[in-house]
DNA sequence: GCCACCTATAACCTCCTGGTTCTATAACCA
DNA sequence: TGGTTATAGAACCAGGAGGTTATAGGTGGC
């Protein structure tokens, strides 16, 4: 997939609430659909699509695990799509010099699926 | 607007290859319709559409100028947007310490609209 | 007043999205 | 073998997105 096709996918798949949530809830650990559908007042086959979406976006990616299908949070479209958004950081940033260093430290991390932290997103909103 | 249906419109707003290159084209500073259009194989109301999106999502507000309707950029969308994936920064960067001291500033800057300098966008791609 | 220019609106088309329900597949369990 | 659970797929629908062409509206120049 060209860059810009990612990165179309990457923001379409962020731009829906649902979708936001389930990457939330994932960033807590691997879920299995069931799990990532019961917070939701949807049928199962709608989160399958959205979790379709996520994975075309290389957001989510499944196991196996007997019947189950876990999924877990990839972030490398994460990054790449915050480091487009850097480019735009001169507009609303003061002490953006710090931030110079910082975005080149990141676009030259490539470490995606190893060494997991706890994060803390929170959630849909900001 | 909502916190949730803003952040909705601005990555679905920032998921198609046009808006994005509006956008970098706006970094560099205001421009009329024409001016934007001027690029792109495209008629000039669907970059009138693009633009309506653009501005529904709060990334571009418009001045008058005689019969021009000129748009600048506005980054606040941006940096929201920024803010929400910073929540999953733990996932992909490595010295997370220093980038938490920068997001906090960041979310504490609120000077949207002044003190433009020039930024540098490098396109629709990454 | 009239024309030219810049932009927006209207009407239309096609395709995608996000949801539904029903059903198929696959794995485990008894 | 048959039943239960977990997930995906198919068919369908409504609505929106992104494009088109044609046209209307506001503004300045002559």
């Not at 399958?48 to 999924?71: I, M």
């Not at 910082?102 to 849909?124: F, I, K, M, Y």
Request: glycine residues 6%.
């Amino acid at each position: 997939m060209a860059d810009t096709e990612l990165l179309d996918a990457t923001f379409a798949a962020l731009a829906d609430p649902t979708r936001r949530a389930i990457l939330a809830r994932l960033a807590a650990g691997e879920a299995t659909v069931t799990e990532l559908a019961a917070p939701f007042a949807m049928s199962q086959p709608a989160i399958s699509k959205h979790l379709r979406v996520l994975e075309r976006a290389g957001l989510v990616s499944r196991g196996r695990d007997a019947q189950r299908r876990p999924c877990r949070l990839e972030a490398r479209p994460l990054r790449d799509a915050t480091a487009w958004l850097a480019n735009y950081r001169d507009y609303w940033v003061e002490s953006y010099q710090r931030l110079d260093v910082l975005l080149d430290e990141l676009q030259s991390v490539d470490h995606t699926g190893t060494e997991r932290r706890p994060a803390r997103p929170n959630g849909t909103g900001g």
